[in-house]
């Protein structure tokens, strides 16, 4: 059996229902599940834990139904920032009943406040949504993403001083190989904060980038995960690899022709993750 684990978050089959997806990771040889909360159905929840402890997946990275402090895109209402952590704190208390590995948050955009606003903002809610957590049993994970406009979050090492500015002990950090694998830093940021690296996300992306839901299977663009691999063997992580393949097909604003959406999600759940075991364990991943 191999030494690493690796699960698969739902937003790569986007368009399957939460049973569907229990199945087909399970049939691809995934060990975890990276729940998306919204895809739980209302009022099942018991039916739902049910489900996944006879599935034998682990609920790993899970993303509740409010996931960023600020307003972005995939969670754009409600506005007021207390608004949206009550709701966050909420989804955190409902995920708590399927033991997940880590609940995941992202800071949002700045959407035109200051930065030392931005930081006020940040500090103080990500330490009431992990005082939230810490009453449910859960840990965080905090994902920074790909630096641009209006990202206040975008590096390892920003994310490890939100982490000690707001004196939580049960976050840290979700390494996402689309938003992080070009950073002149990310070797030096590995090295300097090993001990926050909880998780990490992999992927491939559409190569000229076109957006953040427009990614490909392993090995199909231009991510250089072998590097990335590397530099996570460096420092030992052995924690989980969670696959996330966001591929728009139209839903989110987006319609690619060769998004994975399209595709039949068992052929998708499979062909990843034998591509992520292969790049784990140094063989080809084609031919």
Request: with cysteine; charged share 25%; glycine share 8%.
């Amino acid at each position: 059996m191999s030494r690493y684990r690796i699960s698969i978050s739902e937003g790569t089959t986007w368009h399957s229902s939460y049973a569907e997806d229990l199945e087909l990771y399970r049939k691809a040889g995934a060990e975890g599940i990276g729940l998306w909360e919204w895809k739980l159905p209302e009022g099942q929840d018991e039916q739902s834990v049910a489900l996944l402890r006879a599935s034998g997946l682990v609920a790993t990275v899970c993303f509740p139904a409010m996931s960023s402090i600020l307003p972005t895109m995939l969670w754009p209402e409600p506005l007021d920032v207390d608004a949206r952590v009550d709701v966050m704190c909420r989804n955190i208390e409902r995920l708590a009943a399927f033991q997940p590995e880590f609940v995941a948050v992202v800071a949002g955009r700045e959407g035109g406040r200051s930065s030392s606003e931005v930081r006020e903002i940040l500090v103080r809610s990500l330490r009431r949504v992990a005082d939230c957590a810490r009453q449910s049993g859960v840990r965080l994970v905090f994902e920074p993403v790909r630096p641009g406009p209006e990202i206040p979050i975008g590096t390892i090492s920003e994310t490890a001083r939100l982490i000690q500015d707001a004196q939580v002990s049960n976050v840290g950090i979700l390494a996402d190989a689309w938003h992080l694998w070009d950073q002149p830093t990310l070797r030096d940021d590995v090295h300097a904060h090993r001990d926050l690296l909880w998780a990490v996300q992999l992927g491939d992306s559409h190569k000229p980038i076109r957006s953040f839901a427009d990614r490909v299977l392993p090995g199909d663009g231009g991510i250089d995960l072998v590097s990335y691999l590397q530099v996570l063997r460096e420092v030992d992580y052995d924690g989980w690899y969670d696959i996330e393949l966001l591929s728009d097909d139209g839903t989110l604003g987006n319609d690619y022709p060769e998004s994975l959406w399209k595709r039949d999600p068992g052929d998708v759940s499979s062909e990843a993750v034998a591509r992520v075991r292969a790049l784990l364990e140094g063989r080809p991943i084609h031919g």
